[in-house]
């Protein structure tokens, strides 16, 4: 098997495992997480070359703090890098899978860069919020949240995060893997999740709704059905999005991926495989 892992410059250092030969897929995680945890997706996909980038402010990349770094941490400049990244590594087109943040980042590569896209899976993706009083709201909800990261240190904010009602869930997945995913989380740059909430969460990342009919990429919205606020937003985004259709997988919440791994490997599998039947 090709396999690479390395820091890449693109203008900042970010962390890129790159595995494998045929039709490229670029994996992103979602917040607090890693390219690590991206693992069984990735493994489920031989027969791909499989990208899985530490997102900035993520895992082993880069967590810039000084003055003016907020910028690289907005979602505009997290697309760019993607690009660069695929620059570099020689891939024209690729598809994208993303889950949660990964998602929205995902979405926003599709439409801000379409001739390097070629099919999404976006597993709880968001298009940013359309309510501009509940976008500020959102923002300040993630600045105190930032603010909290910062203050407490990264133990008690994943404690924190672990036990929010979203992931409640995950408890099917067992000790072992929560313990396995509380570590991957633990290694976290508190400064740099701080960052990404302020830089691109859903309330300071462009909102992407009046984009959605222009999207050419074709696009599975995914969420698990027990994740109702998802299943909704992603059948909303599915209906606004002509190149689209939304799935919802049984017994399973926000992290379909992994509490469902078997049923999202395939039907992530079965919809990147319909790209051989396309036309150039």
Not at 68 to 73: E, I, M, P, V
Not at 80 to 87: F, H, S
Not at 92 to 99: A, C, K, L, P, S
Not at 252 to 270: M, Q
Request: with cysteine; charged share 25%.
């Amino acid at each position: 098997m090709n396999a690479r892992s390395a820091p890449m410059d693109v203008g900042r250092k970010l962390f890129v495992r790159s595995e494998g030969e045929g039709p490229a897929v670029l994996l992103l995680h979602g917040f607090t997480g890693s390219s690590e945890g991206l693992g069984g997706i990735a493994d489920a996909l031989e027969g791909h070359q499989r990208i899985r980038v530490d997102l900035i402010g993520h895992g082993e990349s880069e967590s810039p703090t000084g003055p003016g770094s907020l910028r690289a941490y907005r979602m505009e400049s997290c697309a760019a890098d993607l690009v660069r990244v695929l620059d570099a590594q020689g891939i024209e087109r690729t598809h994208v899978v993303g889950y949660s943040m990964g998602a929205r980042v995902g979405l926003a590569l599709a439409i801000w860069a379409p001739e390097r896209v070629g099919r999404c899976v976006l597993l709880g993706a968001r298009a940013g919020i359309e309510d501009p009083s509940a976008r500020v709201a959102r923002v300040r909800a993630d600045e105190a949240l930032a603010d909290r990261i910062e203050e407490g240190g990264i133990e008690a904010f994943v404690d924190h995060w672990m036990a929010l009602p979203i992931f409640a869930s995950q408890a099917r997945l067992g000790e072992a893997a929560l313990e396995a995913a509380r570590a991957e989380r633990l290694r976290g740059n508190p400064r740099g999740l701080a960052h990404s909430l302020r830089g691109m969460g859903a309330g300071a990342q462009p909102p992407l709704f009046d984009d959605l009919p222009s999207l050419r990429a074709p696009t599975l919205f995914v969420a698990g059905a027990e994740d109702e606020a998802f299943c909704e937003a992603g059948r909303d985004l599915a209906a606004r999005t002509p190149a689209a259709r939304f799935l919802a997988i049984p017994e399973a919440g926000h992290a379909a991926h992994l509490e469902a791994s078997d049923e999202f490997n395939r039907i992530t599998r079965s919809f990147l495989s319909e790209a051989m039947k396309e036309k150039p």
